[in-house]
């Protein structure tokens, strides 16, 4: 069974910043892709950063350069550096990996996400 555990969410100003981190219980490499997704109130969970087995890593519009997601596939973690936080920013963070099976069919897990809340 997969296990994807969130950390690093917490309180913070607008324009600062926090490092999420994703642990994973399996090696990541056995994963397609690597994503970070938020869901804000009022809103289906939307993609935030995604980072492919292979290719270059891609992110949301909303991002405009403020974070960056990366892999770790020695300690089996992937983080998103988020700076510039905005207000709207705010919600809940959470980590996702899809795996592709040798039938073509995919299979996504889901930690249980971490609370990112920018506020004054």
């Known amino acids: 069974q997969v296990q994807l555990v969130e950390s690093g969410g917490g309180l913070v100003q607008p324009g600062g910043s926090l490092r999420l981190s994703c642990a994973v219980s399996e090696s990541i490499f056995s994963f397609e892709i690597m994503a970070w997704y938020r869901q804000v109130p009022g809103n289906q969970r939307e993609l935030v950063a995604a980072?492919?087995?292979?290719?270059?890593?891609r992110y949301a519009d909303f991002v405009q350069g403020r974070f960056l997601i990366s892999r770790d596939n020695a300690k089996n973690t992937v983080d998103l550096q988020m700076n510039s936080l905005k207000p709207e920013d705010t919600g809940i963070y959470y980590c996702n990996a899809e795996r592709v099976m040798p039938s073509g069919a995919k299979e996504d897990f889901w930690g249980q996400g971490t609370q990112v809340t920018v506020s004054s």
């Open positions: 980072s492919p087995r292979w290719g270059s890593r």
